[in-house]
Structures are given as C-alpha cells and as structure tokens.
C-alpha cells in the first residue's frame, strides 16, 4: 500500500517569508510528483509537477525531489496571503492510472 | 494547463432522489477519468477510475449500484448517486488524465466540483 506523507500543520509563514511544504512517499517506484493548491471550498489546481531528480523553477515555486531519500517538496518565496492554502502532494507510479494523494498541509500565510 | 467542467456545481435534494454529476474535459481527450469525494477538513478519497468505454473500477468500500459512472465519450464521464441520502452530502470532484503517452499526458485536471446536499 502506497503511502504519502505531509505534516497536516498548520502551518504559518509571515508576508514575505519563505514556506516549505515537505512530503515522503513509501514505494520507489513512483515515478511522477505533483503539487496541488487547493483553497477552502474549491477543487485542487496543479501548481507543479516533477519528474526527475533535483530543482524545477516556476515563478515564486520551486518544486525539490530527491528519489533516493523518497521525498519531494515545495518552496514558495515570497509568501503572499493569497499562498494560504491547503498543499497537496501527489505521487503516480510508472504506468499506473491514479495519483495517491497526501492529506496535505494547511498552510497560513500572515500578513 | 487543460480544463475540466463540472456540472452542476451544487444541488440540493431530497433523500430518496437521484443525482446526476457531469464531467466534461473541454479541450483534450480523457481516456481515464477519477471521481472524488472529499468531506469537510478532510482529503480527497478516490471512488471510482473510469475508462473510456469500459466500466469503472471502484475502490473498497464505494457501492457501485449506488454510485454509478458512465464513461461513454473520450471527453464525458458521469456520475449518478441514486436514492440519495444525507451522508452523502459531500463534495463531488471529477478528475481527467489526458491520452497518449509521454510526461505531458501524465497529469490529472481537476474539475470546480459539485457541493451535494441532501436534506
């Protein structure tokens, strides 16, 4: 049984401030990661996904995955009130139809 | 990034009536399509995988004659909850994978939701 992990938190970053979000999975055959927000209320959007090993950039996230350790995680910089959010992290294994989700992390961004 | 529609995106029922949810990618072809149910302040929980022309694999403990897909066009899928009932009453999420292969068609686009509540 596949098993992705994130601290639920909350967790609360002041205006400007750098927030990581964290995230472990429990196979290594996973193969695809994804990062969803999703605001109170409203369904998941994707924000990033990654595929191999190390950094991805897009704009103020920074997607980290380190396959070896079997973890991914997200960096927002430059936090804003409107990153307040639940994260959630997702995992796909090679050839396999569904992601298993996390139970995501709330994340409070202060202003 | 590619769309997926809901519709409606809330109903109110009575108990005992059925309810049909639709899921439309609008501008790729799905040949896999999720349904989700998420409570309040909990995570998504995966129901049912619909494929194109198949019938849906449901996870434990979802009842299939109570929940019913239909997946009849590479961009429609459905869902209809018959003779609903107040525990049902949640939000109903569909999800799209987009065909073909490569990295590009590995991501699922989630629908707006539909906020079911049965009285």
């Known amino acids: 049984q596949k098993e992705v992990e994130q601290n639920s938190g909350p967790l609360s970053v002041p205006e400007g401030a750098i927030a990581s979000l964290n995230c472990t999975y429990s196979?290594?055959?996973?193969?695809?990661f994804f990062w969803y927000r999703q605001y109170s209320g409203k369904s998941p959007e994707l924000i990033m996904s990654?595929?191999?090993?190390g950094d991805k950039e897009d704009g103020r996230f920074t997607a980290q995955l380190n396959k070896a350790s079997q973890y991914v995680s997200l960096l927002i910089r430059d936090s804003q009130p409107s990153d307040s959010a639940t994260y959630l992290c997702?995992?796909?294994?090679?050839?396999?139809?569904?992601?298993?989700f996390g139970t995501g992390t709330r994340l409070t961004v202060i202003p | 990034g590619a769309v997926v529609s809901q519709h409606p995106s809330r109903v109110i029922c009575k108990s005992g009536t059925s309810v049909k949810i639709e899921c439309r990618s609008l501008?790729?072809?799905?040949?896999?399509m999720f349904w989700y149910r998420q409570f309040p302040k909990q995570s998504l929980m995966l129901m049912a995988t619909s494929n194109e022309g198949s019938k849906a694999t449901y996870e434990q403990g979802v009842e299939k004659d109570k929940f019913l897909i239909n997946h009849a066009s590479l961009t429609l899928s459905t869902l209809t909850v018959t003779s609903a009932h107040p525990e049902d009453s949640s939000f109903y999420i569909c999800?799209?994978?987009?065909?073909?292969?490569?990295?590009?068609?590995?991501?699922?686009?989630f629908g707006p939701g539909t906020r079911l509540t049965v009285l």
């Open positions: 990654i595929y191999s090993n």
């Open positions: 501008d790729f072809q799905a040949t896999t």
């Open positions: 196979d290594r055959v996973s193969q695809s």
């Open positions: 997702a995992v796909r294994e090679t050839g396999a139809n569904n992601l298993f």
């Open positions: 999800s799209a994978r987009a065909s073909g292969r490569g990295q590009g068609t590995d991501t699922q686009y």
